[in-house]
């Protein structure tokens, strides 16, 4: 079969989002292709291609599907030979060629990605080499024992460290890691940013690298234990964002790894895209400006004051500061650093207006004597709102934790009650409906291979015949399609195939209530937890 332009995006509606994944189908049924593509449209070119022309290509294929290739052509001529056919109007319409010509088509552009072309091609036929004298066991000067590693955060440069990883680890034909470090701080992280860590990790996926998530509290020690334990010979991090100021008092996870790596080649990337940068929390950003947490500290400042004057004539001076001191206390637990600031500001205004002579006035008689006090006031509320701060990050990632395994030890352990089949499957959809809050279906296909609801909770009315067979392909193909993936994704389910001994014995449908385009990562974790126990449960109780 004859295919044109492999990086094609498909018309909403059609059997996969991608071009490429039509042709992946036509493999696997063992049909032979003939199919095109740009230089600039290979996923790990992406990023050179971006520095070379200034535009990020949107439509790519991974290079896992260029791999499937048993054979590569380079379809080259020179710049000159490719502006004259542009001029006279063989591969656009005039008006159009005109505007190419002197934007994307530039003679520099056009060598750039010539030169890029032909790197690919070589790099590819050496590759071929080397797996022929492999096979026929000719001796020569193997490239042997490099392994390299790239350490992804949340921000928009995690894609392009991908990348760099994966051509690295092309040229040098070695295994590659892509290694995350769960840490206390990365909860501050927004959605945007776990979606770009998703990203990452699906685009490593796609490029055959391994995805390695590591809990940890420090960084630099985490990554440099794994890269140790996995013989790690380079390790590739992105350019710290961490102002001055934060690096004069605590220096950054790429600074302490390129510190301590001792023998292993530590390479710093700048970032690969203009957007990059952390992405914060903008809904924590938005809480602290909520007029709550600025009225209520300057309140409680106001409350504290009234009682020390109303109690003056009972309470030594000494005893003041202290009073004082409770209101930022709370207010740094209750709301936060800004709301922990803004009580010491009060205090230090209140005090100094009521409580140091001459009173009612912001003239202090003896500085020295007060001014440990003002200190103390800032210092008592920037830590403890600090440290209240990394407590509540630590219990909300303690706590998210806690969930997943015991939703899955409870799912496990309804599963092994002991009761028919209907009722514990049954019990399953009630699980992962509560668990998800969506409507949930278990497909199992009978003696004829015709797919149909075993058991079912929430809305079916949309699991019509055009769902079915998106989850029939789920079954033939054992791979996820629906909403939230790119194959067959205009319809409202997600369809997770239930793998037992290699081959798909039943489909795991969700239907989740949201408007989100994707699943997140927790999310999709949890996920693929209950399809394996559930493949592993219908795998023994159901006949095939």
């Not at 008592?380 to 600090?386: A, D, I, P």
């Not at 039943?506 to 937890?529: F, K, V, W």
Request: proline share 5%; net charge negative.
């Amino acid at each position: 079969v004859l295919v044109d332009e492999l990086a094609h995006t498909n018309l909403p509606g059609s059997r996969h989002e991608k071009r490429f994944q039509d042709v992946k189908e036509l493999l696997d049924a063992g049909i032979s292709v003939l199919t095109t593509l740009n230089i600039q449209h290979i996923e790990s070119a992406v990023d050179v291609v971006y520095q070379i022309t200034g535009v990020r290509q949107q439509e790519t294929v991974p290079d896992h599907i260029l791999e499937l290739a048993g054979e590569i052509e380079v379809v080259d001529v020179s710049p000159e030979a490719l502006q004259q056919r542009l001029a006279e109007g063989k591969v656009y319409v005039p008006d159009k060629a005109k505007q190419a010509m002197h934007r994307f088509f530039r003679r520099g552009n056009l060598l750039a990605l010539r030169e890029l072309a032909l790197r690919y091609a070589a790099r590819r036929i050496d590759k071929d080499m080397r797996s022929y004298m492999q096979r026929k066991t000719i001796a020569g000067p193997w490239r042997a024992g490099a392994r390299i590693m790239a350490c992804v955060r949340p921000d928009g440069n995690a894609e392009g460290l991908v990348r760099v990883a994966h051509g690295l680890a092309a040229d040098l034909d070695a295994p590659w890691y892509v290694v995350y470090v769960e840490s206390p701080q990365a909860s501050q992280a927004s959605d945007p940013g776990r979606d770009a860590l998703t990203r990452s990790f699906n685009l490593a996926e796609e490029l055959g690298g391994k995805v390695v998530i590591l809990p940890g509290t420090r960084i630099a020690d985490t990554v440099l234990d794994f890269a140790h334990d996995k013989n790690v010979t380079l390790i590739i991090v992105g350019l710290s964002h961490q102002s001055r100021w934060h690096e004069f008092r605590q220096s950054s996870a790429t600074a302490d790894i390129t510190r301590k790596a001792g023998p292993i080649h530590v390479l710093v990337v700048g970032d690969t895209d203009k957007t990059a940068g952390p992405v914060r929390s903008h809904e924590a950003r938005a809480a602290r400006q909520k007029w709550t947490s600025i009225v209520s500290p300057v309140a409680l400042v106001g409350c504290a004051a009234a009682v020390c004057a109303l109690l003056h004539r009972y309470i030594s001076p000494s005893d003041v500061p202290l009073v004082m001191l409770l209101p930022v206390v709370f207010s740094s637990v209750l709301w936060g650093l800004v709301p922990g600031l803004i009580s010491s500001a009060t205090a230090i205004v209140a005090f100094d207006l009521f409580f140091v002579p001459p009173y009612f006035s912001f003239t202090i008689g003896d500085l020295k004597q007060y001014a440990p006090t003002f200190l103390i006031f800032i210092i008592v509320g920037v830590v403890t709102s600090l440290l209240e701060d990394t407590i509540l990050r630590q219990e909300t990632r303690g706590r998210q934790r806690e969930r997943f395994v015991s939703t899955v030890y409870e799912f496990s352990h309804d599963l092994m009650a002991g009761r028919s089949l209907e009722e514990n499957l049954n019990q399953a959809t009630r699980d992962i409906a509560e668990a998800f809050n969506c409507d949930v279906a278990i497909l199992i296909p009978d003696s004829h291979g015709v797919v149909a609801p075993r058991a079912s909770i929430g809305n079916l009315q949309t699991l019509d015949d055009n769902a079915i067979g998106v989850a029939t392909w789920t079954l033939n193909q054992g791979l996820p399609a629906g909403h939230g993936t790119e194959t067959l994704s205009h319809i409202d389910w997600s369809f997770y195939p239930l793998i037992a001994h290699e081959r798909a014995i039943g489909i795991l449908g969700i239907q989740l209530h949201g408007e989100s385009p994707s699943t997140p990562l927790e999310q999709r974790q949890l996920i693929d937890a209950f399809a394996n126990i559930l493949a592993l449960f219908v795998a023994r109780n159901v006949s095939s």
